[in-house]
């Protein structure tokens, strides 16, 4: 074979192995591409379920309270004023003073009330309708009228607007905080503070109870309830403080990143 045609033959061979390098290497490219955008997309996936089932177990978890706060304000509130209603109608005689009736009058007015009070309180429209910083008032405003609580509520002029979903969850997480306050704390005092920054808005409920060890947390089976706020606190992408001491109280803070305009 004469030589220009034997360096032709070469140059052809080493192109063509040239050309299939880079096609395989662009193949290579390729399915790596696609394997790892397959892999994400499964990783996507499986937090997206991850999450669904957070938020279900959440709303699972918030309608059970539900359940057990109705039936613990019938029990102790509002059964308890039926049964003196009960009580002075059955001290009813053939006359009636204007006092005893009117003393009935004031207690089924009162029951009536907590009812319809109770009823907006587990309105998720409620808060919709009025905005989480007057549920917050109104929520105070309620323990405070009970006697055994003074309470405090101050909320920035620039509070940042949350999306209507976020509020309710945040409202609930409140709610269960002051339960347990009511429930575990043994305080006659509780503030709420709202604080809006440029990033970040905060909200502060601190209690003057006995307090507790904050290493409990850390515990498996300690300080469930706590552990249930941080785990929903999760679902709107909140941040929890907790800080505590025996004797002194209890401070939980919340950090929630503002998703529309201030007010």
């Known amino acids: 074979m004469p030589k220009p045609q034997e360096d032709i033959l070469i140059s052809i061979v080493v192109a063509s192995i040239f050309f299939i390098l880079i ?3 662009l193949l290579l490219v390729v399915f790596i591409f696609l394997r790892r955008q397959r892999k994400n997309k499964e990783e996507k996936e499986e937090m997206k379920n991850r999450f669904e089932q ?5 709303q699972l978890e918030i309608q059970e309270q539900a359940f057990a706060y109705i039936s613990q304000e019938i029990h102790d509130n509002i059964g308890q004023i039926l049964s003196l209603v009960r009580l002075n109608l059955n001290t009813f005689g053939a006359v009636v003073s204007d006092e005893k009736m009117e003393q009935t009058d004031e207690l089924l007015g009162k029951a009536i009330k907590d009812l ?7 309105q998720n429209n409620r808060i919709y309708d009025i905005g989480i910083v ?6 105070l405003l309620s323990l405070k009228k009970t006697g055994k609580y ?8 620039h509070f940042h607007l949350l999306d209507p979903n976020t509020d309710i ?3 609930r997480m409140i709610q269960e905080i002051v339960n347990n306050i009511i429930k575990h704390a043994s305080a006659t005092n509780i503030e709420i503070e709202i604080k809006s920054e440029a990033e970040v808005t905060t909200i502060r409920i601190s209690d003057n109870g006995i307090g507790f060890d904050t290493a ?3 515990r498996a089976r300690a300080g469930i309830g706590l552990q ?4 929903r606190a999760k679902t709107i992408e909140a941040g929890v403080d907790v800080k505590s001491e025996q004797g002194k109280g209890t401070t939980i803070t919340l950090y929630i990143k503002p998703k529309l305009t201030s007010l």
């Open 23 to 25: 096609g395989s290497f």
């Open 54 to 58: 957070t938020l279900l177990k959440t």
């Open 116 to 122: 319809r009070d109770l009823s907006h309180n587990l």
């Open 134 to 139: 007057e549920s917050i008032r109104q929520l």
């Open 150 to 157: 003074t309470t405090s509520f101050q909320a920035s002029d």
């Open 169 to 171: 969850i945040l409202y």
């Open 216 to 218: 409990l947390l850390q």
């Open 228 to 231: 249930n706020i941080i785990n």
